[in-house]
């Protein structure tokens, strides 16, 4: 692939680094400054080829794109021309793999007089801190902690 985006585009990409510590529902990411490819490693071991053939080169035409054209769009023409020249024949914006979320929300339980909700760690940390109130939409009262 080096040859090519060499010959074609003028790119020398045989300095990219290219770690596995992405996690979550991306299967890649590329940071042009730090010439870097970030893949995820879970998707790397269920789906070796696909994350080779298909997620590694959509990463280099980003970057290959970005050295050419920094002002592209990153998913405009001048991307997928430079993915199809690469070898992906339908160069897509996303995956179709199954993924795991990076982490976990976790939730608190608040409870009125006529119903239990979930609230977000933020929502949670406010009323810890007396910086907020929560009422019940349907009978307006306060809610406490579960």
Known sequence: MNRLA???????????KISYNLK???????????????????????????MTNEVLVHEVAHFVTFS?????KPHGKE???VARTLGLDNP???????TTKA???????????CNTY????IR???IKRKEAEYACKYCGEKLRKA
């Open 6 to 16: 060499q010959s074609k585009f003028g790119v020398d990409i045989s300095n990219l």
């Open 24 to 50: 979550g529902q991306r299967a890649g990411i590329v940071n042009p400054a730090k010439k870097e490819i970030r893949l995820n490693k879970e998707l790397c071991l269920k789906y070796p080829e696909k």
């Open 68 to 72: 050419i054209s920094p002002n592209a």
């Open 79 to 81: 991307w997928k021309y």
């Open 92 to 98: 897509k914006t996303t995956h179709n793999m199954p």
């Open 103 to 113: 982490r976990k929300v976790k939730g608190y339980f608040y409870k009125c007089g």
């Open 118 to 121: 979930k609230l977000s760690s």
């Open 124 to 126: 949670h940390n406010r």
